[in-house]
Nanobody
């Protein structure tokens, strides 16, 4: 059984930093793509940052220069370093993973590409 577990969420003031972590277990294939998505109340889920098997990355324009995505050597762990956080970053953040991802990093911000999801971790940024 595949298990995707996020950790590291919390509450910070604007300008602060948080680091999210994700671990995937029980998946019998190579994880070609992994990504972070977020969803704020009343809004659609959006892609934040993604990474493919060659460590090519893609970021939403709203987080470029502030967030950094990385994978562990085992390729089944994922991190998101979030710096200079803003109130508009407040959302529940989800880790996603897949062995498919034919389009590589070009498609890693599309939720439809992913078939394994975590339960999410809350990030709250106060002004």
């Amino acid at each position: 059984q595949v298990e995707v577990v996020e950790s590291g969420g919390g509450s910070v003031q604007a300008g602060g930093s948080l680091r999210l972590s994700c671990s995937v277990s029980g998946y019998p294939y190579n994880l070609n793509c992994m990504a972070w998505f977020r969803q704020a109340p009343g809004k659609e889920r959006e892609g934040v940052a993604g990474i493919d098997r060659d460590d090519m990355t893609n970021y939403a324009d709203s987080v470029k220069g502030r967030f950094t995505i990385s994978r562990g050597k085992s390729k089944n762990t994922l991190a998101l370093q979030m710096d200079n956080l803003k109130p508009e970053d407040t959302a529940k953040y989800y880790c996603a993973a897949t062995r498919y991802c034919a389009g590589g990093f070009l498609n890693v911000l599309r939720s439809a590409e992913f078939d394994n999801w975590g339960q999410g971790t809350q990030v709250t940024v106060s002004s």
